[in-house]
């Protein structure tokens, strides 16, 4: 790397942006051509000093996606693929005030409109699109013209 900028600089840099993981900012450094022996002791003081923190990270993660109407499972695994650790994933999503099955039902009402859906084809598609969103199926039992459809057939 240039001698123009330390692992530290550019790690402040990047958090100054936007929180990250520390796997994510692993990834960076190394990308930009620092050693791995500098870029843990560089993560290491940051985490130590408080500077990054992962638990801070997968709670603004939780709000930022659960406010752009995702649901608990696919903020988990993308909060896994950032190499955030279970428990800190647990927590931010233990910690996140508000209602999931609201999240759904106003993604769905916002997506789908009021109206039931139309056979069986229809309902099955719907159905794809909120859990590759995110939510369980205990949760999409929740939305009355998902739940009710079946019997309407």
Known sequence: MGSDSS????????????????AELRV???????S??????TLTALADAGLQSDERYA?????????????????????????????CIDTA??????DWDAIARAHY?????????RDYTERAKRLRHMQQRGFDM?????????????EDD
């Open 109 to 117: 009402r916002r997506h789908f409109g009021g109206r039931p859906p």
């Open 138 to 150: 205990q949760t999409l039992r929740t939305l009355t013209d998902i739940g009710d459809a079946a």
């Open 28 to 34: 960076k450094l190394a990308g930009r051509g620092f």
């Open 59 to 87: 709670e603004v993660y939780v709000r930022s996606r659960a406010g752009r109407s995702y649901g608990p499972l696919r903020i988990r695994a993308e909060l896994r693929q950032r190499g955030v650790d279970a428990q």
């Open 93 to 98: 999503l233990a910690n996140h005030d508000e």
């Open 7 to 22: 692992s530290r600089d550019v790690a402040l840099r990047l958090l100054a942006q936007r929180e990250h993981s520390f």
């Open 36 to 41: 791995e022996t500098e870029t843990m002791a």
